[in-house]
């Protein structure tokens, strides 16, 4: 996607270093940093310097081809993935992108591993802004269809929550990408954008992105969604996911549920959109994923720019409360439309998924 005209990916390799757009510092700052080592790559993941479910499992494949820079010996193979798996609990894609690299990695010569793991971090990318593509070619007929079931009506309003958009992942963006190409065929698309504290990724992420794109959008207060569905403003929803069961329970930025059980309430469409690297075939109920729990300063601080232009941090809260930050939360199957994936649309259901991907009939959990 394009940032003042100029199309950019949130990483890439220059030689044997990476660079990625620096996300804590958006959207009052666009800069990228560099990684140089499989402990940068880890700090960027924990830090959020880098975030959403395709980009953590995009960078730590980097991670351990910046490793292979270091050591290419199979201990310290053994060790990055190990670093790298520990930096966030929740988002599926970092365990798949460090398997499928030592998958790739380990049966070759110490020799051959440098230029492999680039090579395979690459490979990942790539297919990573293909599959967000033709979720977006998915997406798209969706929102048509549900637009000329309208009416096609002058504002087709799609809410979504958190940032799944081009900066969740390599390019495109999981549920953005059906919204980007609505936009771009000439739909009157406007999204509602959910801010989603604490850490608002959407009123510092999407919106950022949405706007650099010309895509019409509203920040919304996290408390308002259903406000608006009950009084017939929102006609779908799109979210990602950090990680969805084998029957199709999924599990995204905190504050998914209540939307998806407002929508419910109000016979909203609520979609959501993922690549199949962010299916765990391995569990079948969503009450089974680890949810991650964050630094409660994120609850209790807040960071935005002052009218000097100067970005500033600051506490909310009385200084003796505590606070809980507990990042995401569990959507059950029975609240989700369908899932947008790669090769199509399914239900939200072992049998839905197992039909676009039979090959995982044998490991998928029941
Ligand atoms: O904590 P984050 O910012 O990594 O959480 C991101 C989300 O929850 C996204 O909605 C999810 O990863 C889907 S992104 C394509």
Redesign the pocket.
């Known amino acids: 996607m394009k940032i003042a005209g100029r199309s950019t990916r949130t990483i890439w390799p220059t030689g044997t270093t990476v660079r990625v757009i620096d996300q804590t510092r958006l959207p009052f700052e666009v800069i990228d940093v560099e990684l140089r080592t499989a402990a940068d790559a880890a700090r960027a993941i924990r830090t ?1 310097i880098v ?4 980009l ?1 499992g995009a960078t730590a494949a980097y991670g351990v081809a910046l490793a292979m820079t270091e050591d290419s010996s199979d201990a310290n193979l053994a060790k990055a993935s190990t670093l790298l798996n520990a930096t ?1 609990p929740t ?1 599926v894609n970092l365990a798949w992108a460090l398997g499928e690299m030592r998958r790739t990695l380990a049966p070759l010569p110490t020799a051959q591993r440098v230029e492999a793991g680039f090579a395979k971090a690459a490979a990942i990318c790539e297919a990573d802004v293909a599959q967000c593509r033709a979720i977006g070619g998915h997406g798209l007929r969706i929102i048509e269809q549900l637009w000329n079931n309208a009416g096609k009506p002058d504002r087709f309003n799609i809410l979504t ?5 081009w900066l ?2 390599v390019d495109w ?3 953005l990408a059906p919204i980007y190409m609505a936009h771009d065929a000439g739909l009157p698309v406007h999204v509602w954008v959910d801010e989603t504290r604490p ?1 608002n ?1 959407g009123a510092a992420l999407t919106a950022f992105e949405l706007g650099a794109h010309g895509v019409p959008h509203t920040v919304i207060a996290d408390n308002t969604g259903g406000h608006l569905m009950q009084r017939g403003q929102v006609a779908m929803a799109i ?4 990680r969805t069961t084998a029957s199709g329970d999924v599990c ?2 905190i504050g ?1 549920y209540l939307k998806a059980l407002a929508a419910h309430a109000h016979n909203v469409p609520f979609y959501v ?2 690549p199949s690297s ?1 299916v765990d075939w391995s569990l079948s109920d969503g009450m089974a994923i680890p949810i ?1 729990e964050r630094d409660e300063d994120e609850v209790a601080c807040i960071a935005g720019r002052d009218k000097d232009g100067r970005v500033q941090e600051v506490r909310l809260l009385p200084e003796n409360s505590k606070a809980l930050n507990i ?2 939360d569990v959507t059950p199957a029975r609240y989700v439309t369908g899932l947008i994936t790669e090769r199509g649309v399914c239900a939200a259901s072992r049998t839905g998924l197992l039909g676009l991907f039979p090959e995982h009939a044998k490991d998928a959990a029941e």
Request: charged residues 20%.
């Open positions: 959020m975030r959403g479910a395709p953590i966030r988002a929550h958190c940032n799944a958009g969740a992942c963006g999981t549920a850490r990724q979210v990602g996911s950090d995204n930025k998914t959109a993922l962010t991650e990042a995401f």
